[in-house]
């Protein structure tokens, strides 16, 4: 064999590698540490608290959104999230204003947004 074909065959497995590794990084939430996938053990009619009381969760009920799954939690709000939508509705209703003057409108968004949710903002 030559040293191209071994520098070839060694991409080719480093690049096979690369994509097993990145196949095991599933983020869809289908694989099988998804919450809602069956288990082996939920086989057997006895709950899973009698089975291993130690390691029993508290579940907590969430309300089901259309497709039968729980909805996700709420973000908190943070400065990040209130200026990311103001900005989303300053947008929407006065796309055609000055800058500075929905940059103002803005600013006071966030705060109310931050003063109704009970977040409490450093002033610099």
């Known amino acids: 064999m030559t040293v191209a074909t071994i520098r070839n065959i060694r991409l080719i497995l480093l690049a096979l590698a690369a994509a097993l590794a990145l196949a095991a990084c599933e983020t869809d939430g289908t694989g099988p540490l998804a919450t809602g996938a069956p288990k082996a053990e939920a086989a057997s009619s006895t709950p899973d608290l009698a ?16 497709a039968g799954e729980p909805e996700p939690m709420p973000e908190p709000m943070t400065r990040t999230r209130a200026a990311r939508e103001c900005w989303m509705r300053t947008e929407k209703n006065g796309a055609r204003q000055d800058l500075d003057k929905r940059a103002d409108i803005v ?9 109704g949710a009970g977040v409490t903002t450093p002033k610099t």
């Open 51 to 66: 089975v291993k009381p130690e390691t029993a969760r508290v579940q907590t009920a969430r309300p089901l959104g259309p």
């Open 107 to 115: 600013n006071k968004c966030i705060e109310e947004k931050l003063k």
